[in-house]
C-alpha cells in the first residue's frame, strides 16, 4: 500500500545514543523552587526569582501534564535486562548480518529458524535489527509527490522505505512468525516539524506496537535506522532507543490517532502535545530534566533583559553545548551556557540578534566518550516580535571558562570586536583566581595562526589579565583565550574566543614577539624593535639587534636557535650597556634561514637559573659567506671596556696551519689586567698559554699552545688593578679548533708580576731549553731597576737591560733558568719568567 505519512525519519540533528536503556522515570513537574548561579551577581536573585515564579505558575496552566506509563511493571527489571541483553547479544547480530535472501519467504523462514524457543524480546529484536540493518530510508520518494509502493514485498525488494514501509514489513514478519503486532497511525515531531499552535489536519507517521504477555510496547524502526543530513541524503545509524521505548518518553515526540497507544496512565491532547517541548531520544539516554521552561515549546526574553533562559539539569558524567538558529543559520554568539557545577544544573542563555522566530538547540555527551560528537537534546522556539533597547551577544566558551571561574571583564556581552579608522588591536581583560594562568591564540578565516598576533599577560597594577590580539590584516579573525591551573602540568585548554572584525588595519601591521609572564613581572620593556616579532636580515645584514629597559637588579642571557631547534654556537652577544642604559642583545645567524633569538632573565640576587622572558623570530636572507659569530662574553668585559682585536667577528680562533701556536689580541684601559687559560675536555691544560703585552701595538697578546688536537676553549679574563680582592673574573671565552699538530710548543711559565708589569717574550718562546745549549734572551720588562738570571740556583749578572729590553746570551746549565727583576731600591727581586731544562 502507498504511504500517506508525510513525516520522515529524524533530522542529522537527532542524537544517537547507547544501547542501555533508562530506568528512571521523567517528569516534567517541578515540586521545589531551584536555585542556581551564575557570573553576573548582580543579576542572580532577580533571575531566580522570575524563574521560581514562572514554574509556580506554569503548575496552574490547563495544559499542564504529569506524564507516568500506565503501568510501571511493564518496564520491570528483568524486562530491561533481557532487553538490553538481546540488544547486545552479537551472535544475533553477526548471524543477521551474514544472511542474503531472495525472498521473503527465505528470510521469515530463518527469523523462525533464530527465534525458536527465545524470549519474545529476543524475537521482536531480531526483526528489528535485520530491517535497521537492511532498510534504507527512501528520501528521494519521501521528497517526491510519486511515492514508490510500500508494501512489505516491494519494500523487501527495493530495500528501501518510508514509514509506512518500515512499519509494514515490521507487521509482516512478526505476522508471519506468530508474533502479535499492530500499525500505529499518528503525529511525530520528525523532519521539518514546526513547532505550532493548531493541531496537524491528518497523520503523518505510523510505528508499530507488539505484544508481551498482558503489555504492549512501541517499536519505532523507521527512526531506529538512521537519519536525514542537511543535505536530505539518508544517513544509517542504528539508534536502540528506539526498541521498546518507554511510552511517557516517547509521548514527547509521537502522538498516537487512537488514545489507548498512548499507553499513558491519563491520556495527552493535541494542544498538549504541541505545548510540549521537542525532547529527542538522548534527552531520556543521558537521564537530563529541563527545568525552565518545565513544559513549554517556546521561551522568552526575561523581563527587561537582552536573553533568554533555559535552565536544564544533567547527570556529572554528562556535558552540554548549544546554538540559536535564525532560518536554519547559527547566530554567531547568540549563546552561552554557564555550568552550575555544585547543582549539575546548565544555565543555557540566548541572546537574538534581530526580529524574528529563531530555534534553540541543545546537545548532549557523555564527557568520557572520545567523540567530539553532540547529539541533539531538546528543540525549543524563541519568537522574537520586537527587539530589546541593547542587544548584546556571547562569546564562545568552553566548560573549563567555568571551571575555572573566569570572567570577562572587558568587552562585555560582545562575541565581536570590531577594529576600523586605523584600530590595531583588540584588548581583551579577564579576571581569573590567582592559580590559573592563560595564553593567546589569533587565528584567520582560513583557520591558519596568526604568528606574532598575540600578547597575554597578567597585569599586576589592574588585576587582571591584559590579552591583547594583532590582525595582520584586514577580515575575520578568531581570538581564543585558553587556561589551565598554575600546578597543572598538562595543556591548556580553550576556555574563551572573541571574533574580530578588522578593517583598514595599518600597514605594517603590529605583531608581538612571544614574551612569558615574567617578561612582566620583571617590568622589562622593548625598545626596539617596536610593534614586530619578525626581524628581517637581507642585503648582507649579519646580525639582528634588540635593545631591552629592565631595572637594575635584572640581567638578560641570550640564546640563538635554527628551525631544528639546534643551539647556534656563538650566535649572541648580550650586555648591558651603561651609556645608552638598557641591554644590547645582538644575533647572528649562520646561514640562511629562519632562527628564533630567545632573552632569558632572572634577578640579579636570585641564585636560579635564566627563565625565558621574550622571543623574536629572524628570517635570514643573503647571510654573509663567512657569517659573523660572537665569543661568549660575561657582562665584565663591557663594563671594563675591552675590546677583541683579533679574532674579529668570530667565537672561533683559527688555528694557522701548522704554526705551534694560537693567538688573541685585546685592547684594556691601562687599569686593567688580562690573564688566560686553555681547556682540553673541561681540564686546564698547564704550560699552555701565555699572557703578554705589546707596547708598540698598545695591545695584550694572548697565546695558546694546544698540545693535542680537537677543540679547545679558551678563557681569558680580567680584573682592575685597584681591586682589593686581587680576583680575576671571567670576561670572554672563544673555541679553539686543532687539526693539526706538527710542532708542539710548551710555553714558559710567567708569575703574577710579568702580566701585571706588561711584560712580553720574543725569545725564546719554548718554555724547555735544551741542557748546555746557548740560548738568546730578549724580554720586554718595562720600569725594572735591573733584571738578573738564575741558572743552576746561581745568579748571573748580565749588563743586557736597557730601555725595558733585557737582551742576553748564556749557556744553559741542568736546572731551572727563571729571570728576575727589581722593581725598587733594595735587594728585592720578583720572579717574572720560568724555563724548564730538559
Not at 269 to 296: R, V
Not at 664 to 685: A, G, R, S, Y
Not at 741 to 750: E, G, K, R, V
Request: aromatic share 12%; charged share 25%; net charge negative.
Amino acid at each position: 500500500m502507498g504511504c500517506t505519512c508525510s513525516r520522515a525519519t529524524p533530522t542529522a540533528a537527532e542524537p544517537t545514543p547507547t544501547v542501555s536503556d533508562i530506568s528512571q522515570e521523567q517528569r516534567s513537574k517541578i515540586k521545589t523552587p531551584i536555585e542556581f548561579s551564575i557570573q553576573n551577581e548582580n543579576e542572580e536573585a532577580q533571575i531566580i526569582a522570575f524563574v521560581n515564579q514562572s514554574l509556580e505558575q506554569d503548575r496552574e496552566d490547563e495544559y499542564f501534564v504529569d506524564i507516568i506509563g500506565a503501568d510501571p511493571e511493564a518496564y520491570n527489571k528483568a524486562f530491561v535486562e533481557q532487553r538490553q541483553h538481546a540488544i547486545d547479544n552479537q551472535v544475533y547480530r553477526s548471524l543477521i548480518e551474514s544472511w542474503h535472501f531472495e525472498s521473503l519467504q527465505q528470510l521469515t523462514s530463518a527469523i523462525k529458524t533464530l527465534s525458536k524457543n527465545k524470549p519474545l524480546i529476543d524475537c521482536y529484536w531480531i526483526i528489528f535489527y535485520w530491517i535497521i540493518l537492511n532498510i534504507e530510508y527512501d528520501s528521494v520518494s519521501y521528497f517526491s509527490t510519486n511515492r514508490a509502493n510500500q508494501c512489505a514485498k516491494n519494500v523487501f525488494l527495493t530495500k528501501k522505505g518510508i514509514c509506512d514501509g518500515y512499519v509494514n514489513l515490521y507487521k509482516y514478519l512478526c505476522d508471519h512468525v506468530k508474533l502479535p503486532c499492530k500499525i500505529v497511525r499518528g503525529y511525530s515531531k520528525g523532519y521539518g516539524f514546526d513547532v505550532r499552535v493548531d493541531a496537524p489536519s491528518e497523520i503523518d507517521h505510523v510505528w508499530n506496537a507488539v505484544q508481551i504477555n498482558q503489555y504492549w510496547y512501541l517499536i519505532e524502526a523507521t527512526w531506529g535506522a538512521g537519519i536525514l543530513n542537511d543535505q536530505k541524503v539518508f544517513k544509517r545509524e542504528l539508534n536502540s532507543y528506539y526498541f521498546f521505548p518507554r511510552p511517557e518518553q516517547m509521548i514527547y515526540h509521537h502522538l498516537p490517532e487512537n488514545d489507548r497507544w498512548q499507553l499513558l496512565r491519563k491520556t495527552v491532547s493535541m494542544k498538549q502535545f504541541l505545548q510540549m517541548p521537542n525532547i529527542h531520544s538522548t534527552y531520556f539516554e543521558f537521564n537530563l530534566e529541563l527545568i525552565y521552561p518545565s513544559h513549554q515549546p517556546y521561551v522568552q526574553l526575561l523581563p527587561n533583559k537582552a536573553y533568554a533562559l533555559v535552565l536544564v539539569k544533567a547527570p556529572e558524567d554528562v556535558s552540554l553545548i548549544a546554538d540559536l538558529k535564525l532560518h536554519d543559520e547559527k547566530v554567531e554568539g547568540g549563546h552561552q551556557i554557564i555550568h552550575d557545577q555544585k547543582r549539575n544544573l546548565h544555565c543555557c542563555f540566548f541572546a537574538p540578534n534581530s526580529v524574528g522566530k529563531y530555534k534553540i538547540n541543545i546537545y548532549a555527551k557523555r564527557t568520557i566518550e572520545e567523540t567530539d560528537r553532540y547529539s541533539s537534546a531538546i528543540t525549543l522556539k524563541l519568537d522574537i516580535e520586537e527587539m530589546p533597547n541593547s542587544v548584546i551577544s556571547y562569546p564562545q566558551t568552553w566548560k573549563v571558562f567555568f571551571d575555572l571561574q573566569l570572567k570577562v571583564i572587558s568587552p562585555l556581552y560582545v562575541h565581536l570586536i570590531r577594529l576600523e579608522k586605523g584600530q590595531a588591536i583588540a584588548e581583551i581583560l579577564i579576571e581569573t583566581s590567582d592559580d590559573v594562568e592563560l595564553l593567546g591564540r589569533l587565528i584567520n578565516d582560513e583557520e591558519d595562526e596568526v604568528e606574532g598576533g598575540y600578547q597575554v599577560y597578567y597585569d599586576a597594577v589592574k588585576r587582571c589579565w591584559v590579552c591583547c590580539f594583532a590582525p595582520n590584516g584586514n577580515g575575520m579573525f578568531k581570538a581564543v583565550i585558553m587556561a589551565k591551573r598554575k600546578s597543572d602540568k598538562g595543556l591548556y585548554n580553550s576556555a574563551v574566543a572573541f571574533s574580530i572584525d578588522a578593517k583598514d588595519i595599518p600597514k605594517p601591521s603590529i605583531s608581538y614577539p612571544e614574551t612569558w609572564q615574567l617578561f612582566h613581572d620583571l617590568h622589562l620593556k622593548v625598545l626596539s624593535p617596536i610593534g614586530t616579532h619578525i626581524i628581517r636580515l637581507d642585503d648582507g645584514e649579519a646580525f639582528a639587534e634588540i635593545a631591552i629597559q629592565t631595572p637594575d637588579d635584572v640581567e638578560l642571557l641570550g640564546k640563538l636557535t635554527n628551525r631544528e631547534k639546534g643551539d647556534v654556537r656563538g650566535g649572541h652577544q648580550v650586555y648591558y650597556d651603561r651609556d645608552q642604559h638598557y641591554w644590547q642583545c645582538r644575533f647572528a645567524p649562520n646561514s640562511d634561514g629562519v632562527f628564533k633569538a630567545d632573552i632569558m632573565a632572572k634577578r640579579k640576587s636570585s641564585q636560579g637559573l635564566y627563565t625565558s622572558v621574550v622571543a623574536f623570530k629572524i628570517a635570514a636572507k643573503d647571510i654573509p659567506t663567512t657569517p659573523l659569530s660572537y665569543p661568549k662574553t660575561w657582562q665584565l668585559f663591557y663594563d671594563l671596556d675591552l675590546k677583541i682585536i683579533a679574532p674579529i667577528n668570530s667565537s672561533t680562533v683559527i688555528w694557522p696551519g701548522h704554526a705551534s701556536y694560537a693567538e688573541v689580541q685585546m685592547q684594556t684601559p691601562d687599569n686593567v689586567d688580562l690573564l688566560c687559560k686553555i681547556m682540553f675536555n673541561c681540564v686546564e691544560k698547564e704550560n699552555q698559554t701565555l699572557t703578554q703585552f705589546d707596547h708598540e701595538k698598545k695591545q695584550w697578546q694572548l697565546l695558546f699552545a694546544p698540545q693535542e688536537t680537537g677543540l679547545h676553549q679558551l678563557s681569558i679574563f680580567a680584573r682592575r688593578r685597584v681591586d682589593t680582592t686581587k680576583k680575576f673574573n671571567s670576561v670572554v671565552e672563544f673555541d679553539l679548533n686543532v687539526t693539526n699538530l706538527d710542532n708542539p710548543l710548551t710555553l714558559p711559565f710567567t708569575y703574577g708580576k710579568f702580566a701585571e708589569n706588561h711584560c712580553r717574550i720574543y725569545e725564546p718562546l719554548s718554555g724547555i731549553l735544551e741542557k748546555s745549549a746557548v740560548v738568546p734572551f730578549k724580554c720586554v720588562i718595562p720600569d725594572a731597576k735591573d733584571v738578573k738570571l738564575q741558572i743552576d740556583s746561581h745568579w748571573i749578572d748580565t749588563e743586557g737591560y736597557r730601555d725595558s729590553i733585557f737582551q742576553t746570551e748564556v749557556r744553559i746549565g741542568s736546572k731551572d733558568v727563571v729571570i728576575y727583576a727589581k722593581y725598587e731600591e733594595g735587594n728585592n727581586y720578583d720572579a717574572l719568567i720560568k724555563y724548564s731544562v730538559h
